[in-house]
């Protein structure tokens, strides 16, 4: 079956701005030329005939695009004379650029002009003798924004994220990797900003070192639509954002773990992900058979009762992908998972009821099969126009699983005036109907197959345009495929004694679910 929904919608959002008569507006961003890093800090000059027309510092002006701060300035398009702007940063190079007009500006117009990359100046330090006594604070508010000092708390060598963050005050980590913050779900866990493996939580928990961590950052994060229009449309969403620190912001981690154990138990598990400002590539593998993910020991929480029972393995494989230009025009997001599972359950009951003359005897066998195989690709691309005064995203998506399952339970009920006068492997045959039994009362031998097939394919689109008058247009739409199948078959065999005869009755009911398209 196939679906298709597309929505359109388009909404209006005003906004007021005072010119003077006759002018139009520039700006940009500067950053560190090494590391990519916003420098919020840094002084903006306009310039005409070297002559100081304006001047602002980025943070106290407090404009921002994104999580980016702005320099704007308006240009009098009556006043003659040649422009430039000087950028200023303490610790940096004074960089002047000359502003080329000769793409003559129009009125009303706001032009991006350039993302300024400034370069560190060497440090020199002279100290005759200090004493210092720090404290290290674990935490602290800037605006809405709580941050977590990495360096404050103490944990282990060889600890991963997960324990620094249960460290955390008012922070509650869960066993499936959900976190909260004073009782507030965390929507997203990002890395330097961005969302990593789609949402799976415990990839990150359990593999990112905790050395490696400058701060945790918990807020809300704008949205496309919040980003565009500067102010908030509705879309945030509750972040925890996790902070490399600076030497770690370019390079390779890598970590594995290998190990076997009685009754063929083993485990191994591998991950590694290269990283730079503007592109991360991370994968990883896990394969077991110990029937539960969750470490023993690390919290009271630990219930061995919700193990699954018989044997579970699981064998996963999966890839995480982020590339993005230098001024976040473009982005690609991707999340790939490959992974199969596996259940082997074998029970066996024996019953006895005490009567007077006889006895009764009931053995029950049952095993179960399941096997299953799922892919899942995530992936996001992201268009900005260049002046950042529009926005494109498409999110396409694929979700395939295949599951068969098999199961028979056999059960009989014997009459036996000396219960230890059957072997319990004589038993066994008796119960699966391999052999007969003169005091036999019922037997019931039941098998169930199952097959199972699911494939949705479909993409998500959205788009933003903000236009010259600060109004907004919204275009969003969703395109699906998705053909699932189901099979099922159930026979039920019956026998019980009629005059020293077995009387069979066979029950068999089949199911089946075409595809749909």
Request: with cysteine; net charge positive; hydrophobic share 35%.
């Amino acid at each position: 079956m196939r679906k298709l929904l597309i929505a359109f919608i388009a909404f209006f959002t005003s906004c007021v701005y005072v010119y003077s008569d006759n002018t139009a507006e520039i700006w940009g961003h500067v950053h560190n030329r090494f590391t990519g890093e916003d420098l919020g800090s840094a002084t903006v000059s306009l310039l005409r005939n070297d002559s100081l027309v304006e001047k602002m510092t980025l943070n106290q002006a407090g404009i921002t695009y994104g999580n980016r701060y702005v320099w704007i300035f308006n240009i009098d398009l009556n006043a003659k004379g040649d422009y430039s702007l000087l950028f200023e940063n303490e610790g940096y190079s004074t960089y002047k650029l000359a502003l080329d007009f000769s793409k003559k500006l129009k009125k009303d117009e706001q032009r991006y002009v350039e993302d300024v990359a400034l370069d560190r100046l060497p440090k020199e330090h002279k100290l005759n003798g200090a004493t210092v006594t720090a404290t290290k604070v674990k935490f602290y508010h800037r605006g809405d924004t709580v941050i977590y000092n990495a360096d404050a708390f103490q944990t282990a060598e060889g600890s991963m994220l997960d324990a620094l963050i249960k460290q955390m005050p008012g922070v509650e980590l869960n066993d499936n990797g959900e976190i909260k913050v004073n009782g507030r779900k965390v929507e997203s866990l990002l890395l330097n900003g961005e969302k990593f493996f789609n949402g799976n939580n415990e990839v990150m928990l359990q593999n990112l070192p905790a050395y490696m961590v400058k701060n945790v950052k918990t807020y809300e994060k704008a949205g496309l639509a919040s980003t565009l229009m500067g102010k908030n449309m509705g879309d945030k969403e509750f972040v925890m954002d996790v902070n490399l620190k600076k030497e770690y912001s370019i390079g390779w981690i890598g970590n594995a773990e290998v190990g076997y154990g009685s009754a063929e138990r083993y485990l191994a598990r591998l991950f590694a992900m290269r990283f730079t400002n503007n592109s991360r590539i991370a994968l990883y593998g896990n394969c077991n058979n110990l029937n539960d993910v969750r470490k023993p020991g690390e919290n009271s929480s630990w219930t061995p009762e919700t193990m699954p029972s018989g044997l579970l393995a699981i064998k996963k494989v999966g890839a995480d992908l982020l590339f993005k230009e230098k001024r976040d025009l473009i982005k690609y997001e991707g999340n790939f998972e490959l992974s199969s599972s596996r259940l082997d359950n074998k029970s066996r009951v024996t019953q006895e009821q005490y009567f007077p003359q006889n006895s009764v005897l009931s053995r029950i066998l049952s095993q179960r099969n399941d096997a299953d195989i799922k892919f899942t690709s995530y992936n996001t691309f992201e268009l900005w126009k260049k002046n950042r005064q529009g926005v494109f995203e498409l999110h396409p998506t694929i979700y395939y699983q295949k599951t068969d399952e098999f199961a028979h339970n056999n059960s009989v009920d014997l009459s036996l005036k000396q219960l230890n006068s059957i072997s319990t492997a004589y038993l066994d045959s008796v119960c699966q109907g391999l052999i007969s039994y003169g005091d036999i009362i019922n037997r019931n031998l039941t098998n169930t197959k199952r097959k199972s097939d699911m494939l949705d394919i479909g993409s998500r689109y959205n788009g933003f345009l903000k236009t010259r008058t600060g109004n907004m247009f919204g275009l969003d739409g969703k395109i699906t495929y998705n053909r699932a199948s189901h099979k099922q078959r159930q026979s039920t065999k019956l026998e019980y004694p009629d005059s020293h005869n077995f009387v069979g009755t066979i029950y068999d009911r089949f199911q089946q679910t075409d595809p749909n398209r």
